[in-house]
C-alpha cells in the first residue's frame, strides 16, 4: 500500500454498494410525532426514491390529523389505541417507531402482529429484558434498528480502510458525542431525564451508543469487557447517573475504544481510528445537521477528504426499504441492536461500581 498516494483509495465511496435492484415503494407510518420524526424522519421519507409516509400516529388525534392535512402523502392521522386497534392497517407497508424507549415494545409487538416491517430507533428499548422482548416478538417480520452509521458513506468507507489494512494493526479507538440537551428542549422533566422511559441512563443511553456501535461496526467485533465512570451534577440530571460519562470498550485482541459521552456539554462529535501503520478521523461525524469529514494520514500522507454529503436518514430509510422489497434482511438487525443493549447495562453497572465488567459471555 503507498504511502503518499489517494490513488484508488475514494473511488466511488459516497455510492450505494448494498443497493439491489429492487423497486417500488414502502409505505411508512411513523410512530411518535416528535420533533425528530417531523424534521428529520419524515422529510428523509420524502427525499427517498424507495419511501413514502402515508399514515402518522400520535398520542394526540388533533396533532396527527393537522399533519396529515399539511403533508402530501399522509392519508390518516391516528391515535396510539386506533394504531393497536389496526385501523388503516391496509394503508402502511412498514412502521417507524421514533417513540421513548420504554414505548418501543407495544408498538413493535402491534406492528408484528399486523405483519408490518420494523424500522425501530436506537436504543431499541429500555433494558435489556425488554429489548430481548422485542426481539422475540419480531422474530417472524423484518426488524432493523436504526443505526444511521452503518449507511453514513464516510463511515463504511472507515470500515473499508480499516478492513484492508490501511492502518495496518488497529491499536486503539477513541470516541465522544456531547450535546445540551436542556438547551435543546428547555424542559427538566424532558423524557431523556427519566429513567422510567429512557432506560439506564441518559447521555450514554442517548449519545454514548453512538462511538459504541460505531466503534463494533468499523472494527467488526464486539467488547469482551467494560469500564466506566459516571457523574451528575446538575438539577436536571439528579434522576440518572450520566450527566457526564466515560467508558471503556476492551476487545480481545488487546484493542481498547475510550469513549466520552455528555447530554450537558458543547456539541461534538469524533471517531478516531489509530493503528500501527496510519490513523483515521472522522470529525465531525455523528450529528446529521454536520457535514462529515474523513482525515486520513499514514505516513507522509496526511489528508482531509472533501465529499458530497449524504443526507444521513435518507441512506438509512432508503437501505431498510431496499432490504425490505428485496425481501432480504437487513443489518444492523434485532440481535445486534440486543448486544448493544447488553453492553450498555454492562457499562451502567461499572459506572455504578467502579468494576470491569465482562460482557463476552452475554453476547
Request: aromatic share 8%; glycine share 6%; charged share 30%.
Amino acid at each position: 500500500m503507498t504511502d503518499g498516494s489517494l490513488d484508488g483509495l475514494f473511488d466511488g465511496f459516497t455510492e450505494r454498494d448494498w443497493r439491489s435492484d429492487a423497486s417500488g415503494t414502502v409505505r411508512f407510518a411513523m410512530i411518535g410525532l416528535g420533533w425528530w420524526t417531523k424534521e428529520m424522519a419524515m422529510p428523509a421519507v420524502t427525499d427517498s426514491e424507495l419511501c413514502e409516509t402515508t399514515v402518522v400516529v400520535s398520542s394526540s388525534k388533533e396533532r396527527a390529523t393537522d399533519l396529515a392535512d399539511t403533508h402530501a402523502t399522509v392519508e390518516h392521522g391516528l391515535t396510539y389505541d386506533e394504531f393497536h386497534d389496526g385501523v388503516a392497517s391496509e394503508a402502511y407497508d412498514a412502521v417507524y417507531i421514533a417513540t421513548p424507549n420504554a414505548l418501543h415494545l407495544q408498538y413493535a409487538e402491534t406492528a408484528a402482529a399486523l405483519d408490518k416491517a420494523i424500522l425501530c430507533e436506537k436504543p431499541m428499548e429500555a433494558t435489556v429484558e425488554r429489548a430481548e422482548d422485542l426481539v422475540t416478538v419480531c422474530e417472524d417480520v423484518t426488524l432493523m434498528v436504526a443505526y444511521r452509521m452503518h449507511t453514513e458513506p464516510a463511515v463504511r468507507r472507515a470500515r473499508d480502510l480499516v478492513n484492508s489494512g490501511f492502518v495496518g494493526d488497529v491499536v486503539g479507538v477513541h470516541g465522544a458525542m456531547t450535546q445540551r440537551l436542556l438547551d435543546m428542549f428547555d424542559d427538566p422533566n424532558h423524557w431523556r431525564l427519566d429513567p422510567d422511559l429512557a432506560g439506564y441512563g441518559a447521555s450514554v443511553m442517548d449519545l454514548g451508543i453512538y462511538p459504541l456501535n460505531t466503534t463494533r461496526f468499523v472494527l467488526d467485533a464486539d467488547p469482551v469487557s467494560v469500564s466506566a465512570r459516571m457523574d451528575s451534577t446538575h438539577d436536571a440530571f439528579a434522576d440518572v447517573p450520566d450527566e457526564r460519562a466515560s467508558f471503556r470498550l476492551d476487545f480481545d485482541d488487546g484493542v481498547t475504544a475510550v469513549c466520552t459521552a455528555s447530554q450537558n456539554a458543547a456539541q461534538s462529535s469524533h471517531l478516531r481510528i489509530t493503528g500501527t501503520e496510519g490513523e483515521l478521523e472522522l470529525d465531525p461525524v455523528f450529528f446529521p445537521d454536520e457535514p462529515r469529514r474523513l482525515r486520513i494520514r499514514r505516513g507522509d500522507l496526511d489528508a482531509t477528504l472533501d465529499f458530497d454529503q449524504r443526507d444521513q436518514m435518507t441512506e438509512e430509510f432508503t437501505y431498510f426499504a431496499d432490504r425490505v422489497l428485496a425481501d432480504e434482511d437487513p443489518l444492523p438487525d434485532g440481535e445486534h441492536g440486543l448486544a448493544d443493549m447488553k453492553i450498555l447495562r454492562a457499562i451502567y453497572e461499572a459506572g455504578e461500581t467502579g468494576a470491569v465488567v465482562g460482557v463476552a459471555d452475554e453476547l
